[in-house]
């Protein structure tokens, strides 16, 4: 099940759910009826995607997702829609109709802890950090019919530090704990203010920073190293590194929009053979975010000229 519903807009509640069995070659009425049910969707069975809410389609698609009654089902962010109660609720009802194994990904420590067997923690990288067993005598019905209680009992305790510490140290990474991050940053201070070594630079070093330590720290060294700069091509380079992680109040964005105004024509073809190299989706994203932060900065600066 992905994160988006993804109905079919021109089928009811009913046609949405059974279309997993018709493309099979089967039908269950009976199973059909039950997880409309299980799903409390009952008065809106013959309503269209178009009619219901944004949990009400995330309801639609989970029983769509159970209807074959797979052995092993993957749901991204299933429940993200959805109250603590309505939730816990509604996994309890699906769990007591199927015995599906689940793989749930989910950005909520609480509902990990409440609905899992098993808690897995990816760190940036995608890999597994860790692994935590819910070892509780309480099975999954009896934890969702006591919410209140479980979460006072050790167990809900002893998981939830530990799991928030592991996630937040990998969203904070520390600069200094990795030696090849500070050997990239020193190539950018070396580079910056030294012509040769600003025509020589790789701008991929500037991602991959981005991807490995928080943003203050680089966003510090690239307004020095865009300061510093000799050529306009490294100051391109420090402007695209920074300029989207800047608020618009501060003082070193008004001075990038600047010279972002006196630049167009470079940064319109350095960003023709940027985005040539990336793909649909990237593109996109990077254009929208642009755009958006854009938008603020002629905002600000149309403000400025009037009172000025």
Same mark, same amino acid.
């Given at each position: ?14 046609? /949405? ?14 199973? @059909? *009826? ?17 009619? $219901?809410? +944004? ?19 993957? #749901?991204?962010?299933?429940?993200? *829609? ?7 609720? $509604? ?12 793989? %749930? ?33 309480? &099975? @999954?019905?009896?934890?969702? /019919? !006591? ?13 939830? *530090? ?14 200094? !704990?990795?030696?090849? #991050?500070?050997? @990239? ?7 910056? +203010? ?7 630079? /790789?701008?991929? $070093? @500037? ?6 330590? /928080? ?6 060294? $690239?307004?020095?190293?865009? &300061? ?8 391109? %380079? ?17 001075? =990038? ?9 470079? =940064? ?23 755009? +958006? ?16």
């Amino acid at each position: 099940m992905f994160q988006e519903a993804t109905l079919m807009p021109h089928l009811t509640v009913r046609e /949405n759910i059974e279309l997993p069995l018709k493309i099979k070659g089967s039908n269950s009425p009976q199973k @059909i *009826a039950e997880l409309i049910k299980a799903v409390g969707l009952e008065e809106y069975a013959n309503y269209l995607p178009q009619q $219901l809410s +944004g949990g009400m389609k995330t309801r639609v698609a989970l029983a769509r997702a159970f209807v074959t009654e797979p052995e092993l089902l993957l #749901l991204d962010e299933p429940f993200s *829609a959805l109250d603590i109660g309505w939730k816990s609720d $509604l996994y309890k009802r699906l769990v007591s109709l199927f015995h599906t194994t689940l793989v %749930i990904v989910t950005h909520d420590v609480q509902e990990a802890i409440l609905l899992a067997d098993e808690i897995i923690v990816l760190n940036r990288k995608g890999s597994i950090e860790t692994k935590y067993p819910v070892n509780s005598a309480l &099975n @999954i019905t009896d934890r969702v /019919n !006591d919410i209140a209680g479980f979460v006072k009992k050790e167990v809900f305790n002893d998981l939830f *530090a530990p799991l928030q510490r592991s996630i937040i140290t990998d969203v904070a990474r520390k600069v200094n !704990d990795n030696s090849s #991050l500070k050997e @990239i940053i020193k190539t950018i201070k070396d580079s910056a +203010g030294n012509i040769e070594q600003e025509n020589s630079f /790789n701008a991929d $070093l @500037i991602n991959s920073i981005r991807e490995d330590a /928080n943003s203050s720290y680089i966003n510090n060294i $690239l307004i020095d190293s865009f &300061n510093k700069a000799k050529s306009d091509t490294f100051k391109y %380079i420090s402007f695209f590194g920074t300029y989207l992680n800047i608020p618009t109040s501060n003082e070193a964005h008004q001075q =990038f929009f600047e010279f972002y105004l006196d630049n167009i024509a470079l =940064f319109s073809n350095m960003s023709k053979q940027w985005y040539k190299t990336q793909t649909d989706e990237a593109f996109f994203q990077t254009l929208k975010g642009r755009i +958006g932060n854009s938008k603020k900065a002629i905002t600000k600066r149309k403000v400025d000229i009037y009172l000025r």
